[in-house]
């Protein structure tokens, strides 16, 4: 882990109301596990941003500038716009500095991963599986992508995927992209092709509950990452917390997000007993 002031090299919209940022991180593509994330903070101006936890999409090698420069070793975040502090973030220029802490958290774990996978995005959910399925296809897993939204702006980076040579499978609520309906369904279908498959899975919690329901019947293994308020991103402020299995009986038992996550084995959580989904 390092906490370092960096420089932004980019920022820019995706689609909708997600943008690309991209930091100069040295380093971040040996240091970076699949599923782990950083804080960021601004730290320019009077109202600087609260350190922010952004999922780490993908490291890379940007070209230098001009000619006798160094190649730029890049670590690339997506966000949503949501509120103010998002805002401010997309109002930074490439060469502003910001504050980043990582890379944090417990990634995915792949050792007994399957010889098919299958990774299941909720919108945004998408940003930690990069990483992923770039390891995976390493492994010389295969590796297939499921990706829903509500809309069209809401599935991202589809080309940046099927350039690794990943299978994409996109869903939407209202069909404005790939096939009508929930993603949930489409991993059903996939359940039943690949009944051996290892699943990984990042969204919303409703999506979640559906695809660890969905796991559970099937009898496959899934790891999940959670997305959660984060305040200090190191085990400190316990502001993070969500449910897990007690070791011991009428003993609730919690996990920290950002210090035993973000990805959990789905049978460490509590899940509700029905879904309402
Ligand atoms: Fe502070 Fe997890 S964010 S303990």
């Excluded at 399925?133 to 590796?143: N, Y």
């Excluded at 702006?153 to 790939?178: C, H, K, M, N």
């Amino acid at each position: 882990m390092r906490d370092l002031e960096t420089t932004v090299l980019y920022n820019r919209p995706l689609a909708g109301e997600t943008w690309q940022l991209g930091l100069l991180a040295p380093d971040y593509d040996q240091l970076a596990r699949p599923g782990q994330f950083v804080m960021l903070r601004l730290t320019a101006g009077s109202d600087p941003l609260l350190r922010r936890p952004f999922g780490i999409f993908r490291c890379r090698t940007l070209p230098p500038l001009c000619t006798g420069q160094a190649p730029q070793p890049a670590v690339e975040l997506l966000y949503k716009v949501v509120g103010r502090g998002t805002r401010l973030l997309s109002s930074l220029h490439s060469g502003d500095r910001v504050a980043l802490l990582g890379p944090l958290g417990r990634g995915f774990d792949l050792t007994d991963c399957a010889p098919t996978a299958l990774l299941v995005a909720g919108g945004i959910g998408v940003a930690p599986l990069y990483l992923l399925a770039e390891q995976l296809l390493r492994q010389g897993r295969q590796v297939r992508l499921l990706l829903g939204g509500r809309r069209r702006d809401d599935i991202l980076a589809v080309t940046e995927f099927e350039r690794l040579g990943v299978e994409t499978y996109v869903a939407t609520d209202d069909g404005s992209l790939g096939e009508q309906g929930l993603v949930t369904q489409v991993l059903e279908r996939k359940l039943v092709r690949f009944p051996q498959a290892s699943v990984f899975a990042c969204g919303p919690m409703a999506m979640l509950r559906a695809v660890e329901r969905l796991c559970r019947q099937a009898a496959v293994p899934l790891q999940v990452s959670l997305e959660a308020l984060m305040a200090c991103g190191v085990g400190a402020c316990l502001g993070c917390v969500v449910p897990g299995q007690a070791h011991q009986e009428d003993q609730p038992d919690y996990r920290c997000t950002c210090k035993q996550g973000p990805v959990f084995d789905a049978q460490e959580l509590l899940w509700p007993q029905e879904d309402s989904q």
